[in-house]
């Protein structure tokens, strides 16, 4: 028995914002801004009209008609699912269905597997099984990112780049030495729960 999900989603991200205060709420407009960023300055500007005058300072009014014709196009969408299962857990499970693509396009790119470039059915069978065990850290890396917030701050190919840079020094009959690290390198390991490299 198929159960069903049933999700209102704006189309726009910011009359939300708008529609809460579009009975005449004055903002304070450095308020505003600091919502989300001062890039998303632009958006506001949409939706919020800012004057400033030098006896009231900055007044702050609703744009009612563009939140008028954004709200045009709020909508519904429906999750059909054969587990019974709640609302959000659905809708998780629904956001999360791009991981599989986000996979071949890790295989692909940060993983150099585009091309097999092999010569025999060893060989293959090889090197997928080192990619199979390189996509599972990806995979570990990207769920830590997630729960330690670090995609506000950095993509994943970002991180990775800036570690990338550590270099390893290894001798015969020597111990495996670890080059500089530098000091954003280390808190990078510790936010996502590791210890920093050294020497081994």
Known sequence: ???????????????????????????????????????????????????TTPVRGVQVS????????AKRYYGYFALLSNDKMDSITAL?????????????????????????????????????????VALIYLSYLNKQMQDTHLYKKHTMSGLLDKL??????????HRLQVGEVLEKQRDLYLALGFEPPSSL
């Open 1 to 51: 028995m198929k159960q069903a999900s049933v999700f209102q989603q704006p189309t726009q991200q910011f009359p939300e914002k708008a529609d809460a205060h579009a009975n005449g709420t004055k903002l304070c407009y450095a308020k505003l801004l600091s919502y989300d960023c001062c890039y998303n300055e632009k958006l506001y500007k949409k939706y919020f009209t800012v004057k």
């Open 62 to 69: 609703v744009n009612e008609e563009a939140v008028k014709n």
């Open 92 to 132: 998780e499970l629904y956001r999360n269905k791009d991981l599989v693509e986000k996979a071949f396009g890790n295989l692909k790119e940060r993983l150099n597997f585009r091309r097999t470039l092999v010569s025999s059915e060893q060989s293959l069978n090889g090197k997928l099984f080192v990619e199979f």
């Open 164 to 173: 990338d840079v550590i270099e390893c020094f290894e001798h015969p009959g």
